[in-house]
């Protein structure tokens, strides 16, 4: 690897690392490491990341309007060179999408865009594959073997990078999750409360109350017990 290519995937690989993922959305972590692939390796001139999208791969991010218009051909036949790094684990080059060869339709999408040459890469956790990251070049033979070495490089941090924010992202719903269950827990019991006071009925009488009228109006537990708590309120005012 030349010094050139090893200066350009420190700063890269450095600022990916100094990425704190709380400060955004999983999709701008994911946008960060399209646009930062792009600083590592200054000839592709599109990104793709290849992700699950509802159980499915997809194009989940990508850096030019026509990428998922490319990767729709493996998609659509189950043949690619993002399928194959997402699901072997290993990286993938076409040296020229012009002539004939593996993933002939994925090629013959890419030459229709202007993309004469790809590189795939995997992201790979600690528990597999979770994508694929895309590299498209506007040049034939873009992409040499220091280019595979500085890819997988970098791709290696960008997992790592994608999978806490992940996990973020999934601890923090399911925090939210948690704060929002104790909430309406918190008003549901003030609910029934407030009915045991003025109907004199049993604590499960007055839950079974609740679900009958949740279930009459169509609309949420909590929502009815929160109206009846608003309802006692502006009563005691």
């Known amino acids: 690897m030349s010094d050139d290519h090893l200066s350009l995937l420190e700063d890269a690989v450095a600022s990916l690392s100094q990425y704190f993922v709380g400060d955004q959305t999983l999709s701008d972590t994911l946008h960060r490491v399209a646009e930062l692939s792009m600083s590592a390796l200054p000839q592709v001139t599109h990104v793709g990341i ?3 999208v509802d159980g499915r791969p997809g194009t989940a991010i990508f850096t030019h309007p026509e990428v998922p218009e490319i990767d729709q051909a493996q998609y659509r036949t189950g043949i690619g060179p993002c399928l194959d790094a997402f699901h072997n684990g290993r990286s993938y080059v076409i040296d020229s999408t012009l002539e004939r060869g593996e993933w002939q ?14 590189m795939s890469v995997p992201l790979i956790a600690h528990a597999g594959p979770i994508g694929a990251l895309n590299m498209y070049s506007e040049t034939e033979r873009a992409f040499v073997d220091d280019d595979v070495e500085i890819g997988s490089a970098f791709a290696s941090q960008a997992a790592f990078v994608l999978a806490n ?3 973020y992202w999934d601890a ?3 925090s939210e999750n948690m704060a929002q269950a104790m909430r309406s827990r918190a008003t549901i019991e003030q609910a029934k409360g407030i009915i045991i006071a003025t109907s004199g009925c049993t604590e499960d009488e007055a839950m079974d109350l609740l679900v009958q009228q949740s279930q009459h109006q169509n609309v949420k537990v909590r929502e009815i017990a929160r109206e009846i708590v608003e309802n006692a309120t502006r009563r005691g005012r």
């Open 172 to 174: 923090r719903l399911l």
């Open 50 to 52: 290849t992700l699950l």
């Open 165 to 167: 924010a992940q996990a």
């Open 105 to 118: 339709a994925f090629r013959d999408s890419a030459a229709r865009h202007g993309v004469m040459s790809s």
